[in-house]
């Protein structure tokens, strides 16, 4: 059974940073590639960033030069790296098996101004 955890979310001040965590079990790791994406209030959940199984990423215009997406493929664990946050950047995250529809429950991130 395909299980994704994520952590590291919380309340941070705007130009602050965070690092999300999201946990992977019940497949084999490495040969998947991994995404996360976002949903404000309101709001359709987006595309945030992706990582290959080559290590290949990919970023939304919005977080680009200021997130980074990496793996550890013997931890099955994605990170988010969250620097420069602002207040638009507040959102539950969520991680993604990037070619099949899993889904972890998501992690709150809110930036304040």
């Known amino acids: 059974q395909v299980q994704l955890v994520e952590s590291g979310g919380g309340s941070v001040q705007a130009g602050d940073s965070l690092r999300l965590t999201c946990l992977a079990s019940?497949?084999?790791?490495?040969?998947?590639?991994w995404a996360w994406y976002r949903q404000a209030p309101g709001q359709k959940r987006e595309f945030v960033a992706s990582?290959?199984?080559?290590?290949?990423?990919d970023y939304s215009a919005s977080v680009k030069g200021r997130f980074a997406i990496s793996r550890v493929n013997k931890k099955n664990m994605v990170y988010l790296q969250m620097d420069r946050l602002r207040p638009a950047d507040t959102a539950i995250y969520y991680c993604?098996?990037?070619?099949?529809?899993?889904w972890g429950a998501g992690t709150q991130v809110t930036v304040s101004s």
């Open positions: 993604k098996m990037y070619y099949y529809n899993y």
């Open positions: 019940g497949m084999i790791f490495d040969i998947n590639a």
């Open positions: 990582i290959s199984t080559k290590n290949v990423t």
